[in-house]
């Protein structure tokens, strides 16, 4: 069974510092890896995701991530924040040939003036 | 384009009614999805279908819960009786199978339905 650590719950950050936001996870098989974001009372929207080929993954709204197989990790990262970033966000895995996508428990955000 | 469409918004009843949520699921998709998502739990997978067929319901909390895809575009997830501890924000996702890497393509979810049992 896969499993995703988000060890991060919450992540305060001075409006354009850079940002990174940690992901871990655990699989027996090959994965898949997205990443999601969820503003306030609205549904999760994909960011990125990493399928195969080039370990650096470019997503929407200047977020990137890179997978690290030997380290199992997935970290998203950001150069410069904006406030419209404050949101919550999510890790997920999935395995091949599984459709189930387990998510982490998710880091919030938060984005100061 | 329309996205997935879950009604309503919200919804607040008291303990022991009937529940029903519904769900729109993309154009064209044919994997959906219901998820459950507390702040003690996260999200959790209750049930997910293919092409109309219930695969895995492993997440399904209780015989309370129970959900039906009739056709391709509508799925509802219903409670009976309900209980406060079922408060949480439902959220339906569809996934596209049209491309052939299928397994790759993302999940797309609606906006959520927020439920409060009181």
């Known amino acids: 069974a896969q499993s995703v650590t988000q060890l991060d719950s919450q992540v305060p950050v001075f409006e354009e510092a850079p940002v990174e936001l940690r992901c871990n996870y655990s699989?027996?098989?090959?994965?898949?890896l997205f990443w999601y974001v969820q503003y306030p009372n609205q549904g999760l929207q994909l960011l990125l995701k990493?399928?195969?080929?080039?370990?650096l993954v470019k997503g929407i709204n200047g977020f990137e991530a890179e997978f690290n197989k030997s380290q199992t990790s997935f970290h998203l990262r950001k150069p410069s924040v904006h406030i419209s970033d404050t949101a919550e966000y999510f890790c997920?895995?999935?395995?091949?040939?599984?459709?189930?996508?387990?998510f982490g428990t998710g880091t919030r955000l938060t984005i100061i003036p | 384009d329309a996205g997935v469409i879950q009604s309503p918004r919200h919804e607040v009843t008291e303990m022991g009614q009937e529940v029903t949520l519904r769900c729109k699921p993309i154009?064209?998709?044919?994997?959906l999805f219901w998820y459950r998502q507390t702040m003690m739990r996260g999200l959790e997978l209750l049930i997910y279908?293919?092409?109309?067929?219930?695969?895995?319901d492993s997440g399904m909390p209780e015989d309370r819960f129970s959900a039906k895809m009739p056709n391709a575009s509508f799925s509802t997830l219903k409670i009976q009786p309900s209980e406060p501890r079922d408060s949480a924000v439902y959220f339906c996702?569809?996934?596209?199978?049209?491309?052939?890497?299928?397994?790759?393509?993302?999940?797309?979810f609606g906006d959520g339905t927020r439920l409060s049992i009181l």
């Open positions: 997920a895995v999935r395995n091949f040939g599984n459709e189930k996508l387990t």
């Open positions: 154009s064209g998709h044919n994997s």
């Open positions: 699989s027996s098989v090959s994965v898949y």
């Open positions: 990493y399928l195969s080929g080039s370990t």
């Open positions: 996702a569809s996934r596209g199978s049209f491309h052939k890497d299928r397994m790759n393509q993302p999940q797309h």
């Open positions: 279908f293919n092409n109309n067929v219930p695969i895995d």
